[in-house]
């Protein structure tokens, strides 16, 4: 869907924003960005749709060439959400999301529908929120509203650029944890910037690493875990590299296929308070913590309150990342 092909960028002072950046993005996922500020990120993702043009190299939309793209046109079918969320204060809510639709043409009917999916998806009822202005909306609230204008005219890619940095730790994580879900909904592709590695960890199915205008890995959050390519990823991964590492890993991917019955400790989990099954969507963290709360080895995996197996803290251990140079 996105492909930087040996792409450089160099502003008109000399400075080099990035150099010979080269990685895909598959339809339908997200890749995050992340590293230290001033490293090339967001110059990186905003050539995508031509807030910035390259110096050399290609930047691909679905084949082609963005600089073939008209900008106008190009900037209406890309999502683009930031920081400063860039609401319109004189205009409600419901308004704020239609812009794009009506500048694409839609009709009226599909306009006030689209609007009210979208609040529906933000968790946003209608009814309440489209007759709103931004000012009267929590910082969380005025976020949802971004994203859902971003999403507007069902764009084939969305940008995203530190689209939660602004808000508090409870709030952002929240956030983070609804947009997941979204995500399984809209099947958008999606190019995240963020200098949080957490977050980047969290949000990803791939991230691209960069440092001082060179992405220095690309890759899935577990294999990055498992072999950092660099001590530059090593030390901006952090030393708490085995907890990352359960919090990225489901526990779908580390389970077993077996009734719990067939464990003497689960026997009667069905009854026993004191054991709280996981999901196959959890994270191993998770997993671990309720192993630990219920005084057992082993929890059962339930999927829409169907038993579907059981994890234990023998394969959770077992998915450790290997550590080296002291991570």
Known sequence: MIEFDNVTKVYDDGTVAIEDVSFEVEAGTTTVLVGPSGCGKTTSMKLVNRLEEPTDGTVY??????????KIELRRDVGYVIQEIGLFDHMTVGENIATVPELKGWDEERVDARVDELLELMDLPPAQYRDQYPRELSGGQRQRVGVARALAADPD??????PFGALDPITRE????EFLDIQEEINTTILFVTHSIDEAL???DKIAIFDIGEVVQYDTPQEILRNPKSDFVRDFIGADR??????VTQVET??????????A???DWRSDDGVTPVSPTDSTQ?????????????????DDGRAVGVVTEEDIRRERPVTTGGA
């Open 286 to 302: 998770v997993a671990l913590s309720r192993i630990i709360g219920s005084g057992t080895d082993a929890v059962p995996v339930v």
């Open 265 to 267: 400790e689960l026997a």
């Open 157 to 162: 890619v969305l940008l995203m650029d530190e």
């Open 242 to 247: 085995t907890l990352k590492q359960l919090q």
């Open 174 to 177: 929240n956030l983070q944890d």
């Open 254 to 263: 580390v389970m077993r296929e077996e009734s719990p019955d067939q464990h």
């Open 202 to 204: 969290k949000m990803g």
């Open 61 to 70: 939309f679905d084949g082609t060439d963005v600089t073939d793209l008209d």
